[in-house]
């Protein structure tokens, strides 16, 4: 098969089915929630800052192992070999990294709303599948626009970073206020 084909095949599929999941879990697992003693002695900031540190390099590893295990693959299939076939692949490790943190940064909004990550965790890694199946089956657009940061739209950068980039900027941007204004309202007697 053409690259084209398996970068799709595999930016459809196995995207939400394997790479989100493992990056969700990961990221949950890894979440700090300071103790009391810990809120006494350190700023509680630190907490969001490990927080956002840990959630960048979650998102960034999973992505970089799913892109290396694809990129080896391919080249071990031979068909990775001529030189524009890797603006495709730069453009598939920038749409991981971006499905990655959009849907995590979600996930940690709902954690800093006080709702425990293993409540958020299994409707967060089934919806993603479930809206794939169903909307698969229907005619226009809508698989594109559910899974906006990571479908497969071509490898012309201009059209990447117009259509997918620029608006993920905007995105991180909203839910990093929005995460800022949920932590610092959170009521940290209730999460002992």
Same mark, same amino acid.
């Given at each position: ?60 590893? @999973?992505?970089? $192992?799913?892109?290396?295990? +694809? =990129? ?8 990775? !070999? ?70 497969? @739209?071509?490898? $012309?950068?201009?059209?990447? +970073? =117009? ?8 995105? !991180? ?20």
């Amino acid at each position: 098969m053409p690259l084209p084909v398996l970068y799709r095949g595999c930016m459809v599929e196995l995207a939400e089915r394997v790479i989100l999941p493992a990056n969700l879990m990961l990221f949950c697992m890894g979440c700090a929630r300071f103790g009391a003693f810990e809120r006494v002695r350190r700023d509680l900031r630190d907490e969001f800052r490990l927080n956002a540190a840990w959630l960048a390099l979650v998102a960034l590893s @999973i992505a970089v $192992s799913a892109w290396v295990l +694809f =990129v080896v693959a391919n080249m071990l299939k031979g068909s990775l !070999c001529e030189s524009g076939q890797w603006s495709l692949c730069v453009v598939m490790l920038l749409q991981l990294f971006m499905m990655n943190m959009s849907v995590a940064l979600l996930v940690w909004l709902l954690m800093n709303l006080g709702i425990p990550w293993g409540q958020i965790l299994p409707p967060a890694i089934a919806i993603p599948i479930i809206a794939d199946f169903c909307l698969k089956l229907m005619p226009g657009d809508l698989t594109r626009y559910a899974f906006y940061f990571w479908y497969p @739209i071509g490898d $012309s950068w201009v059209t990447v +970073f =117009v259509r997918q980039v620029l608006p993920f900027i905007g995105y !991180c941007m909203l839910m990093a206020m929005m995460n800022m204004a949920a932590f610092h309202r959170a009521d940290r007697l209730r999460l002992t």
